[in-house]
């Protein structure tokens, strides 16, 4: 499933990075240059910030790949691909504004693989920019990919990982591990050059609310290599930074899940939003090929300062959630639910088999993008807590009808037993959200402008400043 990629180095060292960017360069739809203030948020942290170092920024763009933008809603079959002049032009101008925002780091989706005029002109301009380049097509020749670029005066590239998550909608995972080219004022110690990982993706689009096993098994087989990788590598205490179209709201499975395992949303805290309903619509980042206007491009900042779940716990908690979903859109209540569950069982409680059944006629197994045997076992091992070999009703309630992904409590490494080595504690760099900023600037107000035309997304960039982090060293469980 996964393959290595030649790793890259430099030996430059860079100043402040995008010192301008308080004043935010952007591009008009008509390709000219204006300009604009931008907000900037703060993490809340016990953790002393690292004055005079650099920042790093970090831009995540799905630029719409020229085979799948539509040019005539009368008639789908007509796409930019098909129309040299109108695609390159569009693709140069949204190279002059990644060029004139000039991050330390930019992934993209909807990367047009297939097309080499295209590829190269990519690779090119990044390439002259100083920038060094990776790419990944989808799985089956699909025609697009990622690219991922990063700018070789800022950091090493230690490593690139590629992971293919050979599903039904053929998704694939870019992971780099890099390494800053400016040494840090890190500790007691002296000091040293941070490490983190960024990983570029792009998940399946929900065409079918059964899609969303899918989409959440995506994010938890980059959650489980993040996890090998780390092990392999014994790397503690590493920033994770995930980048990309997730495809999915901050009322989503997906959204949870990740904040389950200690994740943020990066736009979110630089503008101080909580996850609650009201202010999951503040933002938008997509408007989608049905028309609606939805934030679905994310930036997930996780500085390992806290204790996460079993990544294996979260996992089955969101799938429960997924199976409530479902029930509940058959319009069942809790008690009815359960009785859909145990079935023609005459005693109170849920058997195996009727749980396999029940989870068949959700269309969450027995489909080529449903749950494996293996993974429904698994559930059903959270959900008999007793071990007694079936689920009785406040077992149900418990595991399936009242079970959500939560954040991570704190937890002192010390207590725990397995993990770590007592008392170990180490002192490492991590990041704080400095700024992050959509454009165009009416997607920040959950407004979509007529006039723009880069994309049918709005570009994140998020400005990250290195803060110091203590916490015991561990050994993440699966």
Same mark, same amino acid.
């Given at each position: 499933?996964?393959?290595?990629? @030649?790793?890259?180095?430099?030996?430059? +060292? &860079?100043?402040?990075?995008n010192?301008?960017?308080?004043?935010?360069? +952007? *591009?008009?739809?008509?390709?000219?240059?204006?300009?604009?203030?931008?907000?900037?948020?703060?993490?809340?942290?016990?953790?002393?910030?690292?004055?005079?170092?650099?920042?790093?920024?970090?831009?995540?763009?799905?630029?719409?790949?020229? +085979?799948?933008?539509?040019?005539?809603?009368?008639?789908?079959?007509?796409?930019?691909?098909?129309?040299?002049?109108?695609?390159?032009?569009?693709?140069?101008?949204?190279?002059?504004?990644?060029? !004139?925002?000039?991050?330390?780091?930019?992934?993209?989706? @909807?990367?047009?693989?297939?097309? %080499?005029?295209?590829v190269?002109?990519?690779?090119?301009?990044?390439?002259?920019a100083?920038?060094?380049?990776?790419?990944?097509?989808?799985?089956?020749?699909?025609?697009?990919?990622?690219?991922?670029?990063?700018?070789?005066? #800022?950091?090493?590239?230690?490593?690139?990982?590629?992971?293919?998550? !050979?599903?039904?909608?053929?998704?694939?995972?870019?992971?780099?591990?890099?390494?800053?080219?400016?040494?840090?004022?890190?500790? /007691?110690?002296?000091?040293?050059?941070?490490?983190?990982? +960024?990983?570029?993706?792009?998940l399946?689009?929900?065409?079918?609310? #059964?899609?969303?096993? &899918?989409?959440?098994?995506?994010?938890?087989?980059?959650?489980?290599?993040?996890?090998?990788?780390?092990?392999?590598?014994?790397?503690?205490?590493?920033p994770?930074?995930?980048?990309?179209?997730?495809?999915?709201?901050?009322?989503? !499975?997906?959204?949870?899940?990740?904040?389950?395992?200690?994740?943020?949303?990066?736009?979110?805290?630089?503008?101080?939003?909580?996850?609650?309903?009201?202010?999951?619509? /503040?933002?938008v980042? !997509?408007?989608?090929?049905?028309?609606?206007?939805?934030?679905?491009?994310?930036?997930?900042?996780?500085?390992?300062?806290?204790?996460?779940?079993p990544?294996?716990?979260?996992?089955?908690?969101?799938?429960?959630?997924?199976?409530?979903?479902? *029930?509940?859109?058959?319009?069942?209540?809790?008690?009815?639910?359960?009785?859909?569950?145990?079935?023609?069982?005459?005693?109170?409680?849920?058997?195996?088999?009727?749980?396999?059944?029940?989870?068949?006629?959700?269309?969450?197994?027995?489909?080529?993008?449903?749950?494996?045997?293996?993974?429904?076992?698994?559930?059903?091992?959270?959900?008999?807590?007793?071990?007694?070999?079936?689920?009785?009703?406040?077992?149900?309630?418990?595991?399936?009808?009242?079970?959500? #992904?939560? %954040?991570?409590?704190?937890e002192?490494?010390?207590e725990?037993?397995?993990?770590?080595?007592?008392?170990?504690?180490?002192?490492?760099?991590?990041?704080?959200?400095?700024?992050?900023?959509?454009?165009?600037?009416?997607?920040?107000?959950?407004?979509?402008?007529?006039?723009?035309?880069?994309?049918?997304?709005?570009?994140?960039?998020?400005?990250?400043?290195?803060?110091?982090?203590?916490?015991?060293?561990?050994v993440?469980?699966?």
């Amino acid at each position: 499933m996964v393959a290595v990629v @030649e790793s890259n180095a430099n030996s430059n +060292i &860079v100043g402040q990075l995008n010192s301008g960017f308080n004043e935010s360069n +952007i *591009l008009n739809g008509n390709g000219t240059i204006s300009r604009t203030n931008s907000g900037c948020g703060y993490v809340s942290s016990t953790s002393s910030a690292m004055t005079d170092e650099p920042c790093v920024s970090c831009t995540t763009f799905n630029i719409l790949a020229p +085979i799948y933008k539509r040019l005539d809603q009368k008639n789908q079959s007509v796409r930019e691909s098909n129309f040299r002049a109108v695609w390159l032009s569009r693709n140069q101008k949204i190279l002059n504004w990644l060029l !004139h925002e000039r991050s330390s780091i930019i992934c993209l989706q @909807e990367f047009w693989v297939g097309n %080499e005029e295209l590829v190269h002109m990519y690779q090119q301009s990044l390439g002259d920019a100083g920038y060094v380049t990776f790419q990944l097509a989808r799985t089956n020749n699909r025609g697009d990919g990622l690219l991922t670029a990063v700018r070789k005066d #800022c950091f090493t590239v230690l490593n690139c990982r590629e992971v293919l998550f !050979h599903d039904c909608g053929d998704r694939v995972a870019q992971l780099l591990h890099v390494q800053s080219a400016l040494p840090f004022s890190q500790n /007691r110690k002296g000091t040293a050059q941070q490490e983190f990982l +960024i990983v570029n993706t792009h998940l399946l689009f929900p065409h079918d609310s #059964c899609l969303s096993v &899918v989409r959440l098994d995506q994010v938890y087989k980059i959650l489980q290599y993040v996890e090998q990788y780390q092990r392999e590598n014994k790397l503690n205490l590493m920033p994770i930074l995930l980048c990309g179209d997730w495809n999915g709201s901050k009322s989503g !499975h997906v959204y949870k899940f990740l904040r389950s395992q200690g994740f943020v949303s990066s736009y979110d805290i630089a503008h101080q939003y909580t996850d609650s309903y009201a202010d999951a619509h /503040r933002w938008v980042s !997509h408007r989608n090929h049905r028309g609606n206007i939805c934030g679905v491009d994310f930036i997930w900042l996780c500085n390992s300062i806290k204790s996460r779940k079993p990544l294996k716990k979260s996992w089955s908690e969101a799938v429960f959630g997924i199976i409530k979903c479902q *029930l509940q859109k058959a319009s069942l209540v809790e008690k009815d639910a359960f009785a859909f569950l145990k079935a023609d069982n005459h005693g109170n409680f849920i058997t195996y088999s009727a749980f396999c059944e029940a989870l068949r006629q959700v269309n969450l197994i027995g489909l080529p993008y449903g749950l494996s045997s293996q993974e429904t076992e698994d559930l059903w091992m959270q959900a008999d807590i007793n071990g007694n070999g079936v689920v009785g009703y406040e077992e149900f309630k418990r595991r399936i009808w009242n079970s959500e #992904c939560s %954040e991570p409590r704190e937890e002192n490494c010390s207590e725990r037993t397995g993990d770590c080595e007592q008392g170990l504690e180490e002192e490492a760099i991590g990041f704080n959200v400095k700024k992050a900023v959509l454009f165009p600037r009416e997607a920040e107000k959950g407004r979509w402008p007529e006039n723009y035309s880069l994309s049918d997304h709005a570009p994140l960039t998020v400005v990250f400043s290195p803060v110091r982090i203590q916490g015991s060293q561990r050994v993440t469980r699966l």
